[in-house]
């Protein structure tokens, strides 16, 4: 929008660096480089890079990006053909994700993004009471897929220093119905990866053609984890109270698709809470996974719990889901973690790494 030789004195540009019409107000648009090899991010230009526009829309309240090529000649950022510059478009986050901003760190040569989430219980006395509102969740780690076509995106490496007592499981069957609970750790603070494994995809449901022009969370919603499918749903449980009146399912489903595979991915909140009014936002917040099913039969999913939120990555990144709960029975040492499949098809728990996550202290 404004242009400037030495970041003091701006003048308005004559055109914009990118607009699409009909999307409504941006906020906090990002513009950055990304190397089209590795994970580094990219601070000097000279490196083959494409570049990322990020921009959150305030009439959906999602942030958006696209990939594209700058050209300096006419200041312009163009998209790549396939990437889609709309509502439609990638989110970095597929639930309450909002007012993105990165930045490059010289330090360790990485791309780091950082995000806001507002209260989804939004009384105000429930405010006043807290004396607070809105968190900025854990920095993220950036970098371009492989495939050039999307960002991936990962919890930067000091988070690592949080983690306490772990537990592991390894080989763990569950069929249809069943599920494990993971203790040894405090689940209402945890970090778990976990690799899940299906022996075949012959057996995935198929995918209804009128869910094409649908959201991805619109399927989610259709198909929750409670609905009983073939390969899914399966996942983990969290900030769930003993008998699973609340909890917070974070799991996959896979779908057969013509030719292809279609993974949901959902963070679905709708039983996050015993609490009810009219205020409490209880999405079921979900996305789509572009991974290779055929080659490798296995999905990967890390959440990071934090009493109040749960910010999940699936496949080592590629669609990401942050969902803001307020339980009233999962809280402190009365929350807890499951494993679960509620597909008719056989899942093995390959490996299952979880922490209890000390508090982190900011200077």
Not at 76 to 88: A, C, L, Q
Not at 228 to 255: D, M, Y
């Amino acid at each position: 929008m404004y242009r400037s030789k030495d970041f003091i004195k701006w003048v308005k540009a004559k055109h914009p660096l990118h607009s699409t019409a009909g999307t409504g107000n941006w906020e906090c648009p990002d513009f950055y480089p990304v190397s089209l090899q590795g994970t580094n991010g990219v601070d000097q230009y000279g490196e083959e890079h494409k570049y990322v526009l990020t921009n959150n829309m305030d009439v959906t309240r999602f942030g958006y990006y696209t990939i594209g090529k700058y050209d300096t000649k006419k200041d312009r950022f163009i998209p790549d053909n396939g990437s889609i510059d709309s509502w439609k478009g990638l989110r970095l986050d597929y639930g309450n994700f909002y007012a993105t901003k990165s930045f490059y760190d010289p330090s360790k040569n990485r791309r780091v993004i950082w995000a806001w989430a507002n209260e989804s219980d939004i009384q105000p006395e429930d405010a006043i009471a807290k004396g607070w509102a809105g968190i900025q969740l854990i920095p993220r780690k950036v970098w371009l897929d492989s495939s050039g076509k999307q960002l991936v995106q990962w919890p930067v490496e000091e988070l690592d220093a949080l983690r306490t007592q772990k537990v592991q499981l390894s080989n763990k069957n569950l069929n249809n119905g069943e599920k494990v609970e993971v203790t040894g750790i405090t689940p209402a603070q945890a970090d778990v990866e976990v690799t899940f494994s299906f022996a075949s995809l012959d057996k995935a449901e198929s995918f209804d053609p009128t869910w094409a022009d649908l959201y991805a969370q619109d399927v989610c919603a259709l198909k929750g984890s409670n609905v009983q499918g073939q390969l899914g749903p399966f996942g983990l449980a969290t900030l769930a109270s003993q008998n699973l009146e609340e909890n917070t399912p974070v799991f996959f489903r896979i779908f057969k698709a013509q030719q292809n595979y279609k993974v949901l991915m959902c963070s679905d909140a709708t039983r996050s809470t015993l609490k009810h009014n009219e205020t409490m936002y209880k999405p079921s917040f979900a996305g789509y996974v572009d991974v290779d099913l055929v080659a490798t039969k296995k999905l990967s999913l890390r959440s990071l719990i934090d009493n109040s939120v749960v910010e999940s990555f699936g496949a080592g990144g590629k669609t990401c889901i942050t969902s803001r709960v307020y339980p009233t029975l999962a809280i402190n040492e009365k929350a807890h973690l499951f494993v679960f499949n509620n597909g008719t098809e056989p899942i093995t728990i390959e490996t299952l790494d979880a922490w209890s996550m000390g508090k982190a202290k900011i200077n």
